[in-house]
């Protein structure tokens, strides 16, 4: 494993200028009447509840376990009444919705401040996260689901950024040196666990305070998706044995210390909000917040809701709440209309990594829609996947491989590499659900190999 | 604007039901949705991640091609008019001229559009699939690598045999092995000799003036060997012929009607290029390619050689289809290798074949139909060895 990095930048230098950037503005949400744990939107998840319609819960009571390993639970982010549990397809757990107490009652779990920290063993802390329900918090480089925690990986990565557009900047929730001394004591936390721990941040952010400055090891240029922890991943290993690794963001690595510190759950996000009419800033707020109460369209029909980035985020609405990994509420406008010879235009405003479009020449930042902006086609090769992919994957021909059922070879090609950011799907002319498939793909292996 | 938009939708809007499913002309569902897509861009709302998608289309993109041939069709239409009025003895003005061959032109490729358009049509309908936009590219390169004298009925020919078998056997577009517009010439070429080659094809020859000649006969520069030049007296040869390295270069000699101007293929490459949608190394490749491969030769030239071997590789940029054919045909990205170095060999390879092709092969004094064809068909062994080199480098799972 390179221990530093300054290299990595992408071919089509995906340069999005997005319109909608937040203020640097950091506010606090309304305190929210309901919160919600959203097991569908944690990857390779079975979910088996615990807890039923009615019961009372604390703030980090285990609500639900993993169906393939029991160890692994997941807390309750606030302490009420199981209000619902909302399905979804094939009886998929979507949210189970925590109506809040005025009284915010917590499980008790031992504190572990940095200084209790060093003598533990990597199993006893190990122990100690799962008890707690932050074990989700660290999450597997390669399925992007939650560790298993009986592996031990080759390095941990913390992501002080997120430059899928727009998430907060690490000096949002890195304000007090309270914030400090948690993100610090996660980040001594992860390194019991795994004895390389690296932090990879996006160049010319600042993280706010020197110490934590001096832990970043890696500095990367290039925009999203080259900051995320995966690809700098990519880029920094060396041999077959440095697959396996584990990642967590900057934010859950300040929960994890906070946990261990206090001994209680912590429930606290920053979270983005961004986009078409809404007050665009930075939010603090709960973990599992109603994605309603972040933003506020007004009279806005219309909108699309997107539950974190524009590009790995999914489709939500203001009913719904965050989910665990979550920490950016996008708005917007939800499809373009039928437009004369639209694709003719000259396109001063089109947002596009071609340069086939005059947008080329505009310097402003674009606004985007939740349009396909064209229609299903054939691919005709043009290979503008693969010179967007940041792992060197030839999308096109690995996307052939798996529709001819040829998944060794699609193996063979990286397909574990993929780090699902989307723009494969989104630079393809023809359309193509290139993402989606490797996702699915990549789950359907894994699936079949335990 | 917006009172042409409102009844141009009204008049999509009123037909609708019937091309839909269960309607009476639901099998011309496609074609009415390629039309109306034309006209209104479709809107449709992603469901998958990402949530936001690139302006990019490909109806953008192939259009983009139909931009970069305006220089050489327009220039093609105006070249075919000025010759066909020469051999006429008539008044060679710019309008005049114009219109001539746009009345020689415009035929041809509206045959070529339209018959290759119902092939589509067909193939669409039964396979239930859009119409795609890759189409609208073949049926203009078609008519513009052929000589402007062409029978209408051997364009039907031509366009049917491309479409058909050169690509919806293949299963349709990005499925084909060879570029449909090549496959097409390719099939008139050898069907049809007698129209396509030879020396008295390439002046149309509309409107006669009192007194003019029946037909005009004259080799196309890369035909002048025929009259036996000497060793080593080539580009004077070309020279008396009228074929200077500039007429070669700026096009106005008779010829294909699309392919006689180096310059509007430069034009058209360079724009292919910087909107993004050709490929830069397959063009450099097969210009490196060709003069590499005619200084090679040069250096084997001699008395006993044919006589091409020592003409200047420079002519061989301007002379017969090469430009078009690397700006337009090799850059066609089904047919060429989709991986960065398998580009560079694939262009480089064309464009060495095709001074092969015209030097050393008397029987075919033009090469760069049959290079592109034969190195289409070495694309996707070009490509999985690169794919094998890249894989082999990567860090492997498992």
């Not at chain 1, 040196?177 to 980040?187: H, N, V």
């Not at chain 2, 008397?362 to 996707?380: D, H, Q, T, Y």
């Amino acid at each position: 494993m390179k221990s530093s990095m300054k290299r990595a930048s992408a071919q089509i230098p995906c340069g999005l200028k997005i319109a909608g950037r937040p203020e640097h503005f950091v506010d606090t949400a309304a305190e929210p009447e309901t919160v919600a744990s959203a097991p569908e939107r944690i990857p390779l998840l079975k979910a088996r509840l615990l807890k039923s319609k009615g019961d009372r819960v604390n703030i980090g009571t285990p609500l639900y376990e993993d169906k393939q390993n029991t160890d692994i639970v997941f807390a309750a982010p606030g302490a009420g009444e199981i209000q619902d549990i909302v399905y979804g397809p094939r009886r998929v757990i979507r949210e189970i919705v925590i109506r809040l107490d005025k009284e915010q009652s917590t499980e008790d779990f031992t504190p572990y401040p940095a200084d209790k920290l060093a003598g533990i063993t990597p199993g006893a802390l190990t122990e100690i996260l799962l008890k707690g329900g932050v074990w989700p918090l660290i999450r597997d480089i390669v399925y992007r689901g939650v560790a298993d925690p009986g592996q031990s990986p080759a390095a941990i990565w913390i992501a002080a950024t997120n430059q899928d557009p727009f998430h907060p900047p690490p000096d949002t929730w890195l304000q007090s040196p309270r914030d400090k001394r948690f993100f610090q004591t996660g980040i001594k936390a992860l390194e019991i666990l795994c004895s390389s721990v690296f932090v990879c941040c996006a160049k010319d952010t600042s993280l706010g305070d020197e110490q934590i400055e001096n832990r970043v090891t890696h500095r990367v240029s290039g925009g999203y998706p080259f900051d995320d922890p995966a690809v700098v991943h990519y880029h920094a290993k060396t041999r077959p044995e440095d697959n396996h690794a584990w990642f967590a963001s900057g934010q859950d690595v300040r929960l994890l210390g906070e946990f261990l510190e206090t001994g209680r759950f912590p429930v606290r996000r920053t979270v983005a909000v961004s986009g078409k009419s809404v007050n665009g800033r930075y939010l603090h707020t709960r973990l599992g917040a109603p994605l309603g109460l972040l933003a506020d369209p007004g009279e806005n029909p219309g909108c699309r809701w997107i539950a974190g980035g524009l590009f790995r985020g999914y489709s939500s609405g203001p009913d719904f709440h965050l989910g665990l990994y979550e920490t950016a509420v996008g708005l917007i406008t939800e499809s373009a209309k039928r437009e004369m010879l639209g694709f003719m235009r000259p396109g001063w405003n089109k947002p596009t990594c071609s340069r086939t479009f005059l947008s080329v020449f505009n310097p402003r930042p674009l606004p985007v829609d939740a349009d396909m902006h064209g229609s299903r086609r054939a691919c005709v090769n043009c290979g503008n996947c693969t010179r967007a992919c940041p792992v060197d994957i030839l999308p096109q021909f690995t996307y052939k491989c798996i529709r001819a059922g040829e998944i060794e070879e699609a193996l063979s090609h990286g397909m574990l590499d993929c780090v699902e950011c989307g723009l494969c799907s989104y630079v393809c002319p023809s359309k193509i659900e290139l993402c989606q498939t490797f996702q699915e793909t990549k789950q359907a292996y894994f699936r079949q190999r335990i | 604007m917006g009172w042409i938009e409102k009844n141009l939708r009204k008049i999509f809007d009123a037909p609708r039901k019937h091309f839909e499913s269960g309607g009476r002309l639901e099998k011309l569902g496609p074609l009415f949705e390629a039309i109306e897509d034309v006209f209104f861009f479709p809107a449709e709302a992603t469901k998958n991640r990402p949530l936001v998608r690139d302006s990019l289309d490909l109806k953008r993109f192939m259009s983009s091609v139909l931009v970069a041939l305006i220089p050489p069709l327009l220039f093609g239409i105006y070249n075919t008019g000025y010759h066909s009025r020469l051999a006429s003895e008539m008044a060679t003005a710019f309008m005049p001229s114009f219109t001539t061959g746009l009345g020689i032109v415009l035929p041809i490729i509206l045959v070529s559009y339209a018959v290759g358009l119902f092939w589509e049509l067909l193939f669409a309908a039964i396979r239930k699939h859009p119409i795609s936009e890759g189409f609208l590219v073949t049926g203009l390169l078609f008519p513009l690598t052929l000589p402007p004298t062409i029978p209408l009925w051997q364009v039907a020919a031509g366009i049917t045999f491309g479409v058909v078998i050169g690509k919806e056997v293949f299963g349709g577009t990005g499925r084909n092995l060879f570029n449909p517009a090549l496959t097409a010439r390719a099939f008139v070429f050898f069907a049809y000799p007698a129209q396509m080659s030879g020396n008295a094809v390439w002046v149309a020859v509309k409107e006669k003036a009192a007194g003019a000649v029946d037909a005009v006969t004259g080799p196309t520069p890369l035909a002048v060997t025929e009259l036996q030049a000497p060793f080593n007296n080539i580009q004077e040869m070309l020279t008396d012929q009228g074929y200077t390295f500039s007429t070669l270069f700026w096009g106005q000699y008779p010829g294909t009607i699309g392919g006689t101007s180096a310059f509007c293929s430069l034009l058209g490459a360079g724009l292919l290029i910087l909107l993004g949608i050709a490929s830069y190394r397959t063009i450099l490749a097969a210009v490196a390619g060709l003069l590499a491969t005619g200084f090679l030769l040069n250096l084997a030239a001699s008395p006993d050689t044919l006589p091409w071997f020592s003409v200047s590789p420079f002519y061989h940029l301007v002379a017969g289809g090469f430009a078009f054919g690397a700006a337009y045909m090799a850059t066609d990205p089904v047919t060429a290798p989709g991986t960065d170095r398998a580009k560079w060999i694939y262009g480089f390879l064309i464009g060495s074949l095709t001074v092969l092709i015209r030097v050393v092969n008397p029987a075919f004094p033009e090469g760069v139909m049959l290079a592109i064809l034969f190195m289409n068909m070495f694309a996707p062994l070009l490509e999985y060895t690169e794919i094998r080199l890249r894989v082999k480098k990567r860090i492997p799972h498992v």
